[in-house]
């Protein structure tokens, strides 16, 4: 199983530019979620999704928008990119009462 | 505001040590600990978790303390190696299942000095 896959791992991008960052899973989870992780901030939620065709923003959202069209795929997207948005992006699926799988990030940098 | 609070941010041990990272939480619902370790490069993957109708869950060198009363709970890892180097995140939410938002604390990295 691939598990939990997230393209591209890297991205520079410059202000005012858009993007998508890919989440793809394999493992049937109807739970998706996508995270930040930045210095001494931990991990914190962006937007959640807990089955296709639903999702709710989670703690830090603005700037960012996501859908999900299919129960595998939950794309993130950047509208117009601010260095703010310069982080780590983590996105993790999960089932049931299985714990949270992560994919192994997206390195993106806005200068 | 920060939901979960650990300490501390970074820690050194010698091979063969004690590692201990603590972490405290204020919201009474939480009812699911999870500790998640991170290497560089990867996502973070589960270690070990709790529930509060323990005060100790152990899984081989690794366990966690729990003080329901004090709202904290904290993580120990016997026996240190070079292998545990790698960021350590406590974690809260209430409800086991997939939908709950899980709350992260801002990390531990923890290196094992040979």
């Known amino acids: 199983n691939a598990g939990v896959t997230q393209t591209p791992k890297f991205q520079v991008l410059k202000t005012g530019q858009s993007m998508t960052l890919q989440c793809a899973q394999d493992m049937n989870h109807e739970y998706m979620s996508w995270y930040r992780q930045d210095p001494g901030m931990g991990l914190r939620l962006i937007h959640y999704s807990v089955g296709a065709g639903i999702t709710d923003q989670g703690e830090v959202p603005n700037g960012y928008n996501v859908s999900r069209s299919t129960t595998e795929d939950f794309p993130l997207r950047l509208l117009s990119a601010a260095p703010s948005q310069t982080s780590v992006y983590f996105c993790a699926s999960t089932s049931g009462n299985s714990p949270l799988h992560f994919g192994n990030g997206t390195r993106l940098t806005v200068t | 505001q920060q939901q979960v609070k650990q300490s501390p941010q970074s820690l050194i041990v010698q091979k063969g040590g004690i590692s201990i990272i603590n972490c405290a939480y204020e919201?009474?619902?939480?009812?699911?600990f999870p500790w998640y370790q991170q290497f560089p490069g990867k996502g973070p993957a589960l270690l070990i978790a709790?529930?509060?109708?323990?005060s100790e869950k152990k899984e081989g060198r690794f366990t966690i303390s729990f003080n329901k009363s004090a709202k904290q709970f904290s993580l120990h890892i016997m026996d240190s190696q070079p292998g545990d180097s790698a960021t350590y995140f406590c974690a809260a939410s209430s409800g086991y299942s997939s939908a709950s938002k899980i709350i992260f604390g801002s990390g531990t990295r923890l290196s094992i000095r040979p």
């Open positions: 919201n009474t619902a939480f009812d699911y």
């Open positions: 709790i529930r509060p109708d323990v």
